[in-house]
């Protein structure tokens, strides 16, 4: 227990800037609010937002985790101009993931809403063509980005498995929410429809042309085969986790500061998820870690030093979702806004850790590639769990 007490600095300090990131998720769950006025006769837009924000999980953790470990190991060079094939084979492979990833989603939310009565039969080129119009230009502005952050981090010696994920998270959720935002008000126009399917009919030819010049690249196959199962897990939770948000809508049309709160919430568990399972899999490459039960116990204080940086910082969540909505218009209770994002935090630690240390772990030891699964993984089921928790929360203090 003396151990545990003892943090680990170097960890919490970098934990709070990586966390720190998240306060601008506030700003996307701000411009979200601009979905208010039309959720009564549009109910999925609620309903698919939730999607959008795990496929940025999955496709952007995929590719941070793989340019940590591979700059650790030393497969890539931390420069972007003239790098090895190896990591070129990984852009292929993200963008193809995507598509696959974006199509998949779009599906499945559109088939599970339609159950539940949030969707109805003509909504279905609404599903797919916003689903895969915000994921591919996301993506397509995202790679760049990251693959400076990262390169950026290790030639000033941090480390890119704390900081990478949750920078990107933060700057992801702000262009997906743009996006999805711009896009759905374009979908909304009359014949805009036509225009997005065409554009999506020429996304999936560029598709099939990538993957027959490139089939027999190792990374790029591996990401591909090894990512469409976590992507339909993913895709599964995050479809779930729309439907608990759509159950929210009185809630949220009568407090909308709850939505400002919303992406810093999920942008803070998937993030402590990542730095938990993106450091073990970066000692997993290097043969630091053999077992579950020797990563536990060597990982205490490096749990601890986490969650006391995440406590932290979920009151400063609460705080400053506060000020924003305060200075945006909006009528905002400070005491509600930290108990949500508190509460929350403590509700989905202990699950959330464990499982991004049991996926590292076992997915090494059956030969697969952990940075395909763990933070794709960790941050669709924390996409979810947070999801659930501020239902939880909002139905334990009686909001609405």
């Known amino acids: ?33 601009v979905f208010t006025p039309f959720l009564e006769s549009a109910p999925w837009i609620l309903a698919l937002f939730p999607a959008m924000i795990t496929v940025r999980g999955t496709i952007g953790g995929i590719l941070a985790g793989k340019l940590s470990t591979m700059l650790h190991t030393g497969e890539i060079e931390p420069r972007l101009r003239g790098n090895t094939e190896r990591f070129y084979s990984v852009i292929r492979g993200v963008l193809s993931l995507t598509f696959v990833d974006s199509l998949l989603i779009g599906l499945l939310s559109f088939g599970v809403n339609l159950l539940v009565g949030e969707a109805a039969p003509q909504d279905l080129p609404y599903f797919l063509a916003i689903s895969v119009l915000t994921c591919m230009i996301s993506v397509v502005v995202g790679v760049p980005i990251a693959s400076l952050a990262a390169i950026t981090v290790f030639k000033r010696g941090l480390d890119p498995s704390i900081l990478v994920y949750p920078l990107m998270s933060t700057i992801e959720d702000i262009l997906v929410t743009t996006l999805y935002v711009v896009i759905v008000r374009l979908a909304l126009l009359r014949g805009s429809l036509l225009g997005m399917g065409l554009i999506v009919s020429v996304l999936l030819v560029l598709f ?18 090894e990512g469409v199962p976590a992507v ?41 998820g990542s730095i938990i399972g993106s450091t073990q899999t970066a000692k997993l490459a290097l043969g630091y870690v053999q077992s579950f039960r020797k990563a536990l116990k060597g990982t205490l204080v490096d749990l601890a030093s986490v969650e006391t940086a995440a406590f932290f910082m979920h009151m400063a969540f609460g705080v400053a979702a506060f000020l924003l909505g305060l200075a945006t218009g909006l009528s905002p209770s400070l005491m509600l806004l930290i108990l949500i994002a508190l509460i929350t935090n403590l509700i989905s630690f202990s699950f959330i850790s464990l499982l991004s240390l049991a996926t590292a772990i076992q997915t090494f030891k059956l030969g697969l590639d952990p940075d395909n699964f763990v933070i794709p993984l960790v941050t669709s089921v ?18 609405g």
């Open 232 to 272: 339909f897990l993913t895709s599964l939770l995050g479809t779930f986790g729309g439907i608990v948000l759509a159950s929210l809508r009185k809630q949220i049309e009568e407090r909308p500061s709850i939505l400002v709160l919303y992406p810093a919430l999920i942008d803070g568990l998937g993030d402590i």
């Open 1 to 33: 227990m003396l151990r545990i007490l003892s943090l680990n600095r170097s960890i919490l300090k970098q934990s709070l800037l990586a966390l720190s990131f998240d306060l601008g998720g506030l700003f996307a769950g701000r411009l979200a609010i």
């Open 208 to 225: 099939l042309l990538m993957i027959a010049k490139h089939r027999r690249e190792g990374i790029f196959r591996k990401t591909l085969t």
């Open 382 to 399: 924390s996409d979810f769990i947070a999801t659930t928790s501020l239902w939880s929360v909002i139905q334990a203090l009686g909001v």
